[in-house]
């Protein structure tokens, strides 16, 4: 009996809360983080957590991890956050997506980050499996990320999925979730560009984290659009470390983004012995003009090699003091 109440005197689960991501950008001048991608299901586990040992001790301050992008089978999103948080002991985002799950199934799933002390979700619809074209969500599922971020703000007020013999509204622990949405300062229409952002805001974003971005103009153009619309919170541009012209148009036609020729200049035609090192100077060139124009942070898209990644994070630690 004397052990139980010693048990039901501590949290109700022993993982410890999370650190907001509100918080750490609130304050710091200026942030660096990274995005690292779960291994293949079946591939081995130890070099994504190789990834972010390194890429800590670099100087990431938080990180994120994806949710199987493009519909791939890659599973473990939630231990390996998890990992980050309790073993090396910085905040995580955890990518979550809604794209084949019921309002039911986003519930029990969130209270599964709610019980391992998870707080940062960057919530996503996610993307369909690489070739399918014509993409509708499961009967009664969300068509749109806004949707998911609206249930995820419903949670943190305590109003759950009503359930007969439930508790009540009044009833019901509320979660305490960091809700992140992603946006697209390079969409070509300029209205929806904002309205698709704003409407997530509206229901409950938090914060912001661009997708490829190597354009300063192109996130100054956005940051004003958000100014002039009234919304307030803060965005993180993305962004990777590019090693050659090949390389970035490549880029530029498959996520549909801007790189403007001054950066395509800076860059080896092929990649060669250089590439990572030409690459890591024209990040940092970036970085700075970025910086200037206002970004809380930036937040590097790893893929799958983290030594670049790596390399720039240790140049630019000891310059953000």
Known sequence: ?????????????????????????????????????????????????????????????????????????????????????????????????????????VENQLVDHHYFGIRNILAL??????????????????????????????????????????????????????????????????EKRISYFEKKVLAGAQYGITDMLFDPDVYARFRDQCDRNGITVPILPGTRILKSRSQALKMAARFNVTIPASLLSQLPEEPGPDSEERGIEVLLKLVSRLRELGAPGIHLFVISDAQAAVGALKLLAPLLG
């Not at 998890?82 to 799950?101: M, S, W, Y």
Request: hydrophobic share 35%; net charge neutral; proline share 9%.
């Open 125 to 190: 619809r996610g993307d369909p499996p690489e070739g399918v074209i014509e993409w509708k969500p499961r009967e009664g599922g969300y068509n749109y990320a806004y949707e998911l971020i609206g249930q995820i703000s419903s949670m943190n007020r305590g109003d759950y999925i009503p359930r007969p013999g439930g508790p009540g509204r009044d009833g019901f622990e509320r979660t305490d979730f960091c809700i992140g949405a992603a946006l697209y300062p390079d969409f070509p229409d300029s």
């Open 1 to 105: 009996m004397r052990h139980f109440r010693k048990i039901t005197e501590m949290a109700v689960f022993p993982f410890k809360p999370d650190r907001k991501l509100t918080d750490v950008l609130r304050e710091s001048p200026f942030t660096l983080s990274a995005e690292v991608i779960p291994p293949r299901n079946g591939s081995e586990q130890a070099k994504v957590l190789d990834q972010i040992q390194l890429l800590t001790q670099a100087g990431a301050q938080f990180l994120a991890v994806t949710k199987g992008a493009g519909g791939s089978l890659r599973g473990g999103s939630l231990p390996i956050a998890q990992a980050i948080k309790e073993t090396f002991g910085v905040p995580c985002i955890a990518h979550f997506t809604c794209r084949d799950l019921t309002p039911f199934e």
